[in-house]
Nanobody, 110 residues
Framework: VQLQASGGGSVQAGGSLRLSCAAP????????AGWYRQAPGKERELVAA???????NYNGPVKGRFTISRDYDRSTVHLQMNSLEPEDTAVYYC?????WGQGTQVTVSS
């Protein structure tokens, strides 16, 4: 089973995007979820994660700009990204438990 991620795109610096990732209901409420990203020539890094109870955790560079949340009614995890910077350009991958999304491109131009 592969998760369906959506919401990537191209924006100018300072803009916003919202990523979403849906999972089967039977899995969503029982496990942690989050987002990784991988920029060209760099290793994949954790962006944000959220426990099954809704407690978030953020990687340093995105603190104060990104917000991760869970929608239990729709079995979906969201990543609201504000004040985007060119350094945020990467392919973003969602995970929910051991399931992964296919990756969605985020491009931020200066």
């Amino acid at each position: 089973v592969q998760l369906q991620a959506s919401g990537g795109g191209s924006v100018q610096a300072g803009g916003s995007l919202r990523l979403s990732c849906a999972a089967p209901e039977s899995i969503f409420s029982t496990t942690a979820a989050g987002w990784y990203r991988q920029a060209p020539g760099k290793e994949r890094e954790l962006v944000a994660a959220i426990t099954r109870g809704g407690i978030p955790n953020y990687n340093g560079p995105v603190k104060g700009r990104f917000t991760i949340s869970r929608d239990y009614d729709r079995s979906t995890v969201h990543l609201q990204m504000n004040s985007l910077e060119p350094e945020d350009t990467a392919v973003y991958y969602c995970f929910i438990g051991s399931l992964w999304g296919q990756g969605t491109q985020v491009t931020v131009s200066s």
